[in-house]
């Protein structure tokens, strides 16, 4: 199988570390090729909407698979509009598709799952809906939607943030959500590939829970003290930041599991931050 990746970013970068030797050949685009960072073995191509590369072009009409992780713009999804044509040649390909379960919206702490409708109030997670669709309608309903939930791994979590200083514990009373670890976002792309048939699935934990939880169990391993606490009301943070505080919601992932197969390997945050503090993260 030949693998197209757009948008090569932490999490496609990890499910071809973990998955990679199962494909013939594998290529994929940054926004700068010059930042290649760990990309070795992998060919890169630009994109940053817009314009087309010729060769990216070719790579996308012989891909068996593309992996979309590129969020939505204003105008839409830029790999749909940079290359309809290409897409729209050949709907046999397996067509894998990153959102966010951001799109279900508030629930207020209730639990939601593929069935729920989604409830996006936020432009971002508006233009999610309008891409996901998008990439159903582009290939013939046989795209794979994975709706993922906040990602951490390594080099990525609340160990390294307390480490680094920049950790907080806001408090908006009755706020959870979901999380997952980037292992299991891998194995989710790769079930989705061997799966048949497309469709819509939550790639989450089995534990929604307040922020503020996950960063007092880091700081308890690490034996340090969690930052204050802030009052989500007063506390000072940037547009985008307070905007992931508007929804709240316990995600399912029972149809991951059942139709996918998928056995998570980190079903808890602290079952992952017990293996990533061992495996020296935050030291």
């Known amino acids: 199988m030949r693998l197209f990746i757009l948008g090569l970013g932490y999490s496609a970068r990890h499910f071809v570390r973990l998955f990679g030797g199962g494909f013939s050949h594998i290529a994929g685009t940054v926004r700068d090729p010059a930042q290649r960072g760990d990309l070795a073995g992998i060919e890169v191509y630009p994109f940053s909407g817009g314009s087309r590369d010729r060769r990216t ?15 939505p713009g204003n105008a839409g999804d830029p790999a749909i509009a940079a290359f309809p044509d290409v897409l729209a040649a050949d709907r046999r390909r397996r067509i894998i598709y990153l959102s966010t379960i951001g799109v279900y919206g508030d629930h207020a702490g209730g639990w939601v799952d593929e069935s729920t409708p989604p409830q996006a109030s936020l432009d971002r997670t508006r233009m999610r809906v309008a891409a996901e669709q998008a990439w159903t309608d582009t290939s013939g309903g046989n795209a794979a939607i994975l709706r993922l939930a906040g990602i951490y791994g390594p080099g990525r979590n609340a160990l390294v943030t307390l480490r680094a200083g920049t950790a907080r514990s806001i408090i908006k009373p009755g706020q959870v959500f979901n999380r997952v670890h980037v292992d299991d976002i891998a194995s989710a792309i790769m079930a989705a590939v061997r799966h048949p048939n497309g469709g819509l699935w939550n790639v989450c934990d089995d534990e929604p829970a307040p922020p503020q939880d996950v960063i007092a169990y880091a700081a308890k391993l690490m034996n340090v003290a969690p930052p204050p606490e ?5 506390a000072e943070m940037s547009p985008m930041a307070r905007s992931f505080y508007a929804s709240s919601a316990r995600v399912s992932n029972t149809k991951l599991k059942r139709e996918l197969g998928v056995t998570l390997a980190y079903a808890t945050y602290r079952h992952a931050l017990d293996t990533l503090w061992r495996a020296g993260e935050g030291r």
Do not use: K
Not at 57 to 67: C, E, G, N, T
């Open 57 to 71: 072009v070719q790579r996308i009409s012989d891909a068996d698979v593309l992996l979309i992780s590129i969020p």
């Open 230 to 234: 802030e009052a989500f009301e007063i």
